[in-house]
């Protein structure tokens, strides 16, 4: 039904452009379209998978994922690359060389923002801090309290990005680091109840800021069947309004596709996450249409 | 008038921009898989390469021979592969545990969980322990009082999994779950405190073995379990490893 509604405000927009004079932009509706490409636990993994691997053969790989990336941003240049943490540890490449080589070609790709997962402290808060040098990207957590480790004013709780117009709220969310990391690994980094920073968040980011746009970088997992009221990306969804879009990790979760959830103000929202390794890469596109018009408030999710 | 009405018009766009809201009307939303169909971008694997190398270089040191595959899941709650990785590790960390407190570790223990691959037969390289051993986990001795060791031997004999214990222990476990143990070949003493040799990452309670957390004492050796198991290696010309008495299931 708004699918119908959608095509039909295009058809007719399309009529009016055609019997273009020179006033008639003014009444058009303008589009926008903004690509949302990501990324979660890709663990080091550099290279593609062996041939002979028994679950991922010949799967993944950066120097793909770059031609795959790029040949997207050729269709629309206005597209974001996030990451949704555990970008440390897995292979040999982080242990001899620390997430340098990580962190170059993710600045390489263009990555615009990452947060951060467990995985990412395996080097100490220290090792995480001594790579950001070699990473020409922004790390949100809005979470984790960093003001008294060396990350301090290093990661902001979220980040705005204009693109074409349209004003995109970036923030990230971490997962319990107690009995999950040494604590000498994450020093005095404190973690804040995810659920209430992501309603504050989502408020932020939607009323002061008036993004177009909020994106959660979620590294708390997909879904926790044995402990279902643990928090979680679905839980999360559930229970926030105004954000657009979940990015999640740390699960490793294999989605068959992105899932729609209904939000606390019963609207539709995206939750996703792409498994690990760098194997896949999710994409989400979001058209906007310029109006003044109250009553179209419709949206339509497609996966 | 041609002109004066574009600047009118554009103007008009201008502020109308302003004002106007951006709605939302339709989200799509896929998962892409990164197979060889895709092209590997040469500048991307320029960056690598000298990582690569570097790498490969080290990795294919061989260190060890193994004469005999060596896997974690050959025996019954212990494992060849199990032992011989308590083992090492006691030993190593023994030497500096007596070196700065003048005492003895009495056993290890780690969790079956933590050993990540297996080693096949044939020349052992760098690769192995990165392989059994990924992540950055460091040897610490708890000093336990021996309820806590009562709990430690109830979770291993509930959890039935084959957790590495170090060839200081002996028990034997009944069917009726009831059990006995030595070490040391000691009778196991339950007013002693006994100092346990495990990673930092289960002493902060991983894999739920909370007997670890709130230790009389705790002391960290900084020793990497993965730099451990290279020293290890790097020492000995062949892996030996069995399976023994220090777990029997009656």
């Known amino acids: 039904m708004e699918r119908r509604k959608f095509l039909h405000q295009t058809a007719a927009a399309a009529i009016l452009t055609s019997v273009g004079g020179l006033t008639l932009p003014s009444f058009t509706k303008k589009k926008k379209h903004i690509t949302i490409l990501h990324t979660n636990d890709t663990h080091s993994r550099i290279e593609p998978f062996e041939a002979s691997h028994h679950r991922h053969a010949n799967k993944g790989g950066v120097a793909r994922r770059a031609t795959l990336v790029e040949s997207i941003r050729k269709e629309n240049a206005n597209t974001l690359l996030l990451d949704a943490g555990d970008i440390f540890q897995g292979t040999p490449y982080f242990n001899y060389f620390g997430g340098e080589l990580e962190f170059k070609l993710m600045s390489m790709l263009k990555y615009d923002v990452a947060t951060i997962g467990n995985h990412d402290f395996d080097n100490s808060i220290e090792g995480l801090y001594k790579q950001l040098p070699n990473a020409n990207f922004d790390f949100v957590s809005a979470n984790y309290n960093f003001k008294n480790t060396v990350l301090d004013t290093h990661v902001k709780p979220y980040k705005i990005i204009l693109k074409d117009g349209v004003k995109i709220g970036v923030f990230g969310l971490g997962i319990q680091l107690e009995a999950l990391v040494d604590p000498k690994m994450y020093k005095e980094t404190e973690y804040l109840d995810p659920l209430e920073i992501a309603q504050d968040m989502s408020r932020i980011l939607k009323e002061e800021e008036h993004c177009d746009l909020v994106i959660c970088l979620s590294h708390l997992g997909y879904f926790y069947k044995r402990n279902p009221t643990k928090i979680s990306d679905l839980n999360l969804a559930k229970n926030t309004k105004n954000i657009d879009l979940i990015i999640g990790g740390h699960t490793h979760t294999f989605l068959p596709k992105p899932t729609i959830v209904r939000n606390s103000a019963d609207k539709n929202m995206l939750v996703n996450q792409v498994g690990a390794y760098g194997i896949n890469l999710g994409r989400v596109d979001f058209y906007f249409d310029e109006n003044n018009n109250k009553s179209s408030e419709g949206t339509t999710i497609l996966v | ?250």
Do not use: W
Request: charged share 25%.
């Open chain 2, 1 to 250: 008038m041609k002109k004066a009405l574009l600047v009118f018009s554009l103007l008009l766009l201008f502020v109308g921009c302003e004002k106007k809201k951006l709605h939302l009307v339709k989200t799509t939303a896929e998962i892409i898989t990164i197979d060889s169909t895709f092209a590997e971008n040469p500048a991307y694997k320029k960056l690598i390469a000298p990582y690569k190398n570097k790498m490969i270089t080290e990795i294919n040191t061989v260190i060890s021979y193994a004469p005999k595959n060596i896997n974690r899941y050959d025996g019954k709650l212990q494992s060849s592969l199990g032992n011989l990785l308590a083992d090492l590790c006691y030993e190593r960390a023994n030497v500096i545990f007596k070196e700065r407190t003048r005492k003895e570790i009495d056993f290890s223990m780690f969790n079956y969980g933590g050993i990540r691959a297996s080693i096949s037969k044939g020349t052992v390289t760098n690769k192995n322990p990165f392989e059994l051993m990924p992540f950055e986990n460091s040897l610490v001795v708890v000093e336990l009082s021996g309820k806590k060791v009562a709990e430690l031997v109830d979770y291993f004999i509930k959890n039935k999994s084959a957790h590495p214990l170090s060839k200081n222990i002996e028990l034997l476990i009944n069917t009726d779950k009831s059990y006995q143990l030595k070490i040391n070949n000691q009778k196991f003493d339950l007013t002693e405190n006994y100092f346990v040799l495990t990673s930092d990452y289960l002493q902060s309670g991983g894999d739920k073995m909370d007997f670890f957390k709130n230790p009389i004492s705790l002391f960290k050796t900084d020793y990497k379990m993965r730099h451990a198991i290279i020293d290890e290696f790097k020492s000995l010309d062949t892996l030996r490893t069995s399976l023994d008495n220090r777990v029997i299931l009656n």
